[in-house]
């Protein structure tokens, strides 16, 4: 693994079902991120991670848990899915979190919620 | 409210110069990024500023201007793989990204 692998490529998935989008980084990194990236609007921050062990709310949380058990992993999990949520999710991670840095990105997954 | 624009899309030829501006409000400044997206791609770090003034890095430049809430990216010598989407970035007093919608920049030959 090189960098940061994000898992499935794509996916469809019926309104009110459960889904995990998984995010490997292999850089040690400290800081995770989620964003969604809707035609027309910017990227925005759904759920953060600054390090192992804590986790916190970006601008669109709402529909979104996420965990951090761990340094590498931080999965993003949407417990009923709604057509709203149909994005294209992108993983992120800077050495450390709380600070002006840059963000490094998985290849992102395209979900369709149908 | 937090704020970024940026133009929606430009056009440029093969060659030339392009300049790509970004305004923003935010609440706190921690610094300016310029990031480039290629379609269906990640996107990738471009630029950081915090300070005023230019930086130049090869063929792209960032400026920033924190009093007037401006900044731009000059790309020179303009190549068929710079076609991509350009996104300013403002880091805020939480240290969050603030995002524009980006700039999608077609070259033409």
């Known amino acids: 693994i090189a960098g940061i692998t994000q898992a499935p490529t794509s996916q469809i998935l019926a309104a009110g079902r459960r889904m995990t989008l998984r995010c490997t980084q292999d850089?040690?990194?400290?800081?995770m991120y989620w964003y969604r990236q809707d035609l027309g609007l910017g990227l925005r921050l759904i759920h953060y991670?600054?390090?192992?062990?804590?986790?916190g709310k970006g601008e669109v949380p709402d529909g979104y848990s996420v965990s951090r058990a761990n340094t590498d992993d931080f999965p993003l999990t949407l417990a009923s899915a709604v057509p709203s949520q149909t994005s294209v999710y992108f993983c992120?991670?800077?050495?450390?979190?709380?600070?002006?840095?840059?963000?490094?990105f998985g290849p992102g997954t395209r979900l369709t919620v149908l | 409210g937090q704020n970024i624009d940026q133009p929606t899309e430009m056009t440029a030829t093969e060659g030339a110069i392009v300049q790509i501006n970004c305004t923003y409000q935010?609440?706190?400044?921690?610094?300016l990024f310029w990031y480039q997206q290629h379609a269906g791609e990640a996107p990738t770090f471009l630029s950081y500023?915090?300070l005023d003034g230019l930086e130049e890095k090869g063929r792209f430049s960032s400026f920033l201007s924190r009093s007037k809430g401006y900044s731009y990216l000059l790309l020179k010598e303009l190549q068929m793989k710079d076609s991509a989407s350009y996104l300013c970035?403002?880091?805020?007093?939480?240290?969050?990204?603030?995002w524009g919608a980006g700039t999608k920049l077609i070259i033409k030959p």
């Open positions: 970035a403002v880091c805020d007093s939480n240290y969050q990204l603030i």
């Open positions: 500023n915090v």
């Open positions: 992120a991670s800077s050495e450390v979190g709380g600070s002006s840095i840059e963000q490094f």
């Open positions: 991670s600054n390090t192992a062990g804590t986790t």
């Open positions: 935010t609440s706190g400044f921690n610094g």
């Open positions: 850089m040690r990194h400290n800081a």
